[in-house]
């Protein structure tokens, strides 16, 4: 019976057009290849379980809003790949910013965060938001402290950081660290590279026309981005030069990834793009200059679709707070 199952499944695989289990099928274009799995980590942030633990907490914690309303989860919601689906975020007193909230998954992997590379690591980005007047408003980083003493969290950060180790800088350490574990391996493309599954037609031609044209170029290797700031003629934003004050940086910005991108609309720093056809018709005109296809587009599109990957399961966490009374949201 077991013999007869073995059998059963090579004539599948067979007949079903997959290369042997771990050999990578002879079509994927160079540089393309499986999800990594060694998310960089800073000298001075190591990881540990009770570490992304409380940057768990954290992420969910509204405490670090000045109206108690708004947390991480807010804006890059992990129960819709890590963003809002939003144009442009919505944060305090409803007011909207000036960017589409690109997603957390994988962030630990690109090499500057936001847009425009403002934040060089997570730890730099997530001390951004609480103090953000459009996003969380909170007046201080000791205002920000205070809340999460109040909440009771003293004793968590000195379980993971050390006595009397509450801190705004340590707050930004634990969220870093549980970003750092929201990676998404195991998408399609990665289980057909590897021989363990397969793609569609349409998704491989997609593959195929994606290097062909170019578009690899900056989405290139298996993160479909070479981390690298370039330019983006489209819409107002100045993109890094906001940051910089160069000429030369008007309207650049860091390449994203495709990762998961089919499951993060609308699309593009302005949030403009509303499906991810339009985003690619877009792509390729304004960077390569090239008019695609209605076939071509919905090829690219299948083939973008098999760059979703599997997220981890997060269980939401039990946030510290102070018994029988109320914590003061008060203005
Ligand atoms: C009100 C909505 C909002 C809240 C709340 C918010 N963010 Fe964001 N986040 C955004 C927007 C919008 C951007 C893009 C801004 C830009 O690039 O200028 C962003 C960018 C990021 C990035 C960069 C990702 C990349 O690909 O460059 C990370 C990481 C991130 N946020 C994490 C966090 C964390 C951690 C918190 C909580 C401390 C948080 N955010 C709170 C809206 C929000
Ligand atoms: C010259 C470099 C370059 C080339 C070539 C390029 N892109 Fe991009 N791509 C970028 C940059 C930079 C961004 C970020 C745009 C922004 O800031 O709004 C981006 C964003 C995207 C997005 C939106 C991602 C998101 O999360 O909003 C998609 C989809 C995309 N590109 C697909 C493509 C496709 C398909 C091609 C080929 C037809 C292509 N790109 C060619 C640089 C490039």
């Known amino acids: ?3 007869f199952s073995y059998a059963a499944g090579i004539l599948f695989c067979l007949a079903a057009g997959f290369a042997q289990a771990g050999e990578r099928p002879a079509d994927i274009p160079e540089g393309m290849g499986v999800m990594p799995s060694n998310v960089p980590v800073p000298a001075d942030n190591p990881m540990s379980a009770a570490k992304v633990e409380l940057g768990k907490k954290l992420y969910f914690e509204s405490a670090l ?3 108690g309303h708004f947390s991480c989860n807010s804006c890059h919601n992990l129960g819709t790949w890590g963003v809002d ?3 442009t975020s919505i944060g305090h007193k409803w007011q909207r910013g000036g960017r589409n909230a ?4 994988n962030s630990g992997f690109w090499s500057k965060q936001f847009w425009d590379g403002r934040a060089p690591l997570l730890e730099d980005q997530a001390k951004g938001p609480p103090l953000n007047p459009v996003e969380m408003a909170l007046d201080s980083e ?4 205070a809340r999460l003493q109040n909440a009771g969290y003293s004793a968590e950060f000195d379980a993971v950081f050390g006595k009397h180790s509450i801190s705004y800088d340590n707050m ?3 969220i870093a660290a549980f970003e750092r574990t929201l990676n ?3 998408a399609p493309f990665d289980l057909y590279v590897q021989g363990k599954g397969d793609i569609s037609k349409a998704a491989k031609r997609g593959m195929k026309k994606v290097a062909e044209i170019g578009c690899t170029s900056c989405h290139a290797g298996p993160l479909f981005t070479n981390n690298q700031f370039m330019p983006f003629r489209y819409g107002s934003d100045e993109g890094l030069k906001s940051v910089t004050g160069k000429d030369e940086d008007d309207h650049v910005f860091r390449v994203q990834s495709w990762r998961n991108v089919a499951m993060t609309a609308p699309y593009f720093h302005n949030g403009s793009a509303q499906t991810l056809a339009e985003a690619v018709t877009i792509m390729a005109k304004v960077q390569l200059d090239t008019r695609l296809s209605k076939r071509d587009v919905r090829d690219i599109v299948a083939f973008l679709e098999t760059l979703t990957g599997v997220v981890p399961t997060i269980t939401y966490p039990q946030l510290p707070r102070p018994a029988g009374h109320a914590l003061d949201w008060r203005e």
Do not use: G, I, R, Y
């Not at 690109?102 to 998954?105: A, D, G, I, Y």
């Not at 000791?142 to 402290?145: D, E, G, M, Q, T």
């Open 1 to 3: 019976m077991k013999l």
């Open 65 to 67: 809003s000045k109206s």
């Open 85 to 87: 689906n939003q144009v």
């Open 102 to 105: 690109p997603t957390v998954l």
């Open 142 to 145: 000791a205002a920000a402290v």
């Open 172 to 174: 930004a350490k634990a």
């Open 184 to 186: 998404t391996p195991d």
